[in-house]
């Protein structure tokens, strides 16, 4: 069972809670739990605060359990502009399982740093050529259910711009 749900929306910060009821575990925890075998209950959650941080919390835990004891990661994104068409990115994660694993927790470096350097920055650079200078929504992007706090927080920005800014159009 998939459900998404908006958590809370602040005028600086959006948050979107994402629950899979009764799921496998994914690979990334199967050292932090007992029974990697075992079916499980997912949870995401995605704070955005304005303009250009985002924290992740992604975490399982057991069917008959509460979501506070869920083991997971933690990832923090820090985006910031470094001129009018680059940005400057920053991440770091902490987890909350398998802690003396001291190569469990090189693994996990070394596979977050090869998918940013070989899905996320080609897709960005991707999405970044086929934009272009054109305006976002003129391109009329595919959006999923997933994708509501991220619309949100693009309008917000937009609105922002908007208003601090009246002289540009955007």
Not at 65 to 85: F, K, L, R, Y
Request: glycine share 4%; charged share 25%; aromatic share 8%.
């Amino acid at each position: 069972e998939y459900q998404i749900m908006q958590d809370e929306v602040e005028p600086d910060s959006i948050t979107q809670l994402i629950t899979i009821k009764n799921s496998t575990c994914i690979p990334l925890f199967h050292k932090m739990v007992k029974d990697p075998r075992a079916r499980v209950n997912e949870q995401i959650r995605i704070h955005h605060t304005l303009p250009g941080n985002m924290q992740i919390t992604s975490g399982v835990y057991d069917l008959d359990a509460d979501s506070e004891t869920q083991v997971g990661v933690d990832s923090m994104h820090m985006i910031t502009p470094a001129d009018e068409n680059s940005c400057h990115y920053f991440w770091c994660f902490k987890r909350n399982g398998n802690l003396e694993d001291h190569s469990f927790t090189e693994m996990m470096a070394g596979m977050l740093e090869h998918i940013f350097h070989t899905e996320d920055v080609w897709m960005a650079k991707g999405q970044a050529e086929r934009i272009g200078g054109k305006e976002f929504w003129s391109l009329r992007p595919a959006l999923l259910p997933q994708d509501k706090a991220a619309v949100l927080v693009r309008r917000r920005i937009e609105q922002k711009v908007k208003e601090t800014n009246p002289e540009l159009e955007s």
